[in-house]
């Protein structure tokens, strides 16, 4: 025969993975029911097993509906959240307008584009900006490669991984060109 104090206890180590689950748990801390276990198990009342039942169905209820909840909110929230960061960094003439032709275009397609200026033009390649002969001389004995490197790095201000996708190479062998292309132009300086 089972010791009624020891049979919820029992109970629990039979049934140890089922009650070690977190639900499980906080369904449990709550002292009614406790008490409607204790009573199901113990004294196998089977009101108190239905009512029992049935509050675990509630509280089930409860929780996958919290969890509902959450991922609403925040599905909800991360998508208000790039809607805001895209109107903020939509300019103004990239709104979208109805064009004379009804089509819809934006306000920088109607500026009328203006003649170029070459007059201000500022240097746009490496040699022009070099007015050390030396290092000029040492500049044009480079390979067309590390020229190329140093330009879209210092001129056009890309990232090795833009360079690299540019040329059709790895990252790794843009870094590795750039770093020879320096020590060829430093070795002007240093062994002069």
């Known amino acids: 025969m089972i010791n009624k104090k020891d049979s919820l206890e029992a109970f629990k180590q039979k049934n140890y993975d089922f009650f070690n689950e977190p639900l499980i748990q906080s369904f449990i801390k709550e002292e009614e029911n406790l008490a409607l276990l204790k009573a199901a198990v113990e004294d196998r009342n089977p009101f108190a097993s239905r009512k029992l039942d049935q509050r675990f169905e ?81 500049y044009e004995s480079l390979s067309d490669q590390k020229k190329t490197v140093l330009d879209l790095s210092i001129m056009k201000q890309l990232t090795n991984k833009e360079i690299a996708s540019y040329l059709a190479c790895s990252p790794q062998n843009i870094s590795k060109l750039k770093v020879q292309a320096i020590h060829d132009l430093r070795r002007v300086y240093t062994y002069d």
């Open 58 to 138: 509630e509280f089930y209820l409860k929780v996958r509906m919290t969890g509902y909840l959450h991922k609403i909110a925040s599905f909800y929230s991360k998508t208000y959240d790039q809607k805001l960061r895209q109107q903020r960094s939509e300019l103004t003439l990239d709104t979208t307008v109805q064009s004379e032709e009804e089509k819809q275009t934006s306000l920088v397609d109607q500026i009328p584009a203006g003649e170029e200026d070459h007059e201000d033009e500022i240097a746009r390649c490496i040699p022009d900006l070099i007015t050390d002969p030396k290092l000029k001389e040492a």
